[in-house]
């Protein structure tokens, strides 16, 4: 094993997750942070949270230093993982929120208010008492935001919270969320690899790749310039003669019998005028839009970045 041991020797690299990040979120804002997988959006979150120490720089959430006070930082957030679970899994929903409510030490008014409100808003009674391992992917999820929600924070870190859900779960979802940044002024930062997440909650993102900040500000400029071209698929009732649509589209379609495939550029169009289009033109019998995922928005921005760097 000695001799075998002077044949090879470990290589040590050193990596910076998150660099040059540099960012300020006012209350009440709901703010989309957005990257691929290995981006360092995690790694900031736990940098906010107080679990990691940046090596340089600071982090001030509220007017705390998240490591050094971690006691008190806890109190002021609430965090969802939306492929883990804060809840107790061999024990009822309610017992979980019980455990919660002595934890942060919540006035049992308030308590009793915030189940009841959450509940009416997410549909979690219909399964309060049932052990957590019994649940469905969408249950635990419900459950989960209630849990992290519970003694009033003021900030809340939602990571992929509609992963895996389906359409009418992640629209209950999305609608709670709203509503406690409304009522409760909570400050929401998301983050999330489903632009339907960011079309219905956000106004502001802030994209990060390689560890770097690359983008902070408007939603709908970033979509606009870099989401390059969604695809609007429509199936009518009679074909529609090729004449017609290139007159309408020149070569941005193409066609499979009844169906029709329209790259939509948002330089030049915008998928409601092509399914108005289409609406006068024929009996239509189903539309789909495939947008631009958001991998293909942040390479798109990323290789903006590189000929700018280039062209410098």
Same mark, same amino acid.
């Given at each position: 094993?000695? #001799? ?13 997750? /998150? ?6 979120? &006012? ?9 691929? $997988? ?5 790694? %900031?979150?736990?940098?906010? *949270?107080?679990?990691? *120490? ?12 998240? =490591?050094? $006070? ?10 969802? =993982?939306?492929?883990? %679970? ?14 919660? !409510? ?8 308030? =308590?009793?208010? $915030?189940?009841? !409100? ?24 419900? #459950? ?22 389906? *359409? ?22 998301? %983050? ?16 990060? &790749? ?7 500000? &408007? ?5 606009? $310039? ?9 199936? %009518? ?24 495939? *329209? ?14 289009? =289409?609406?006068?033109?024929?009996? /239509?019998?189903?539309? !789909?839009?495939? !947008? ?21």
């Amino acid at each position: 094993m000695g #001799a075998f041991k002077d044949f090879v020797a470990p290589r040590y690299e050193q990596k910076d997750a /998150v660099n040059e990040v540099s960012f300020s979120i &006012d209350k009440g804002e709901i703010v989309g942070y957005i990257g691929p $997988n290995g981006a360092g959006k995690s790694t %900031t979150i736990k940098m906010m *949270v107080g679990i990691l *120490v940046p090596t340089s720089g600071t982090v001030t959430i509220g007017g705390l230093v998240p =490591f050094e $006070n971690r006691l008190e930082n806890s109190r002021r957030i609430g965090v969802v =993982f939306g492929q883990r %679970t804060q809840l107790w899994w061999d024990i009822p929903v309610i017992e979980t929120y019980k455990l919660m !409510q002595y934890i942060y030490k919540i006035p049992k008014v308030r =308590f009793e208010h $915030n189940i009841r !409100q959450f509940a009416d808003i997410l549909g979690i009674d219909e399964f309060v008492n049932t052990p957590v391992r019994q649940l469905s992917l969408g249950q635990r999820m419900r #459950a989960d935001l209630c849990a992290a929600l519970l003694h009033d924070p003021e900030i809340i870190y939602l990571d992929e919270p509609t992963i895996g859900l389906d *359409v009418d779960v992640k629209e209950r979802v999305r609608g709670f969320i709203k509503e406690v940044n409304r009522s409760r002024e909570t400050t929401v930062i998301l %983050t999330t690899h489903d632009t339907s997440d960011l079309d219905k909650l956000c106004s502001r993102v802030m994209v990060i &790749d390689q560890g770097t900040l690359m983008y902070d500000g &408007d939603l709908d400029y970033l979509k606009k $310039n870099y989401s390059g071209h969604d695809i609007l698929t429509v199936e %009518t009732e009679n074909e529609l003669p090729d004449g017609l649509l290139a007159g309408r589209f020149g070569d941005a379609f193409t066609r499979e019998g009844r169906k029709c495939h *329209v790259r939509v550029s948002p330089e030049t169009d915008s998928s409601a005028e092509c399914i108005a289009w =289409f609406l006068g033109s024929a009996t /239509v019998k189903d539309i !789909q839009i495939r !947008q631009t995922e958001i991998d293909e928005v942040i390479r798109n921005l990323y290789g903006s970045f590189k000929e700018t760097e280039r062209g410098s």
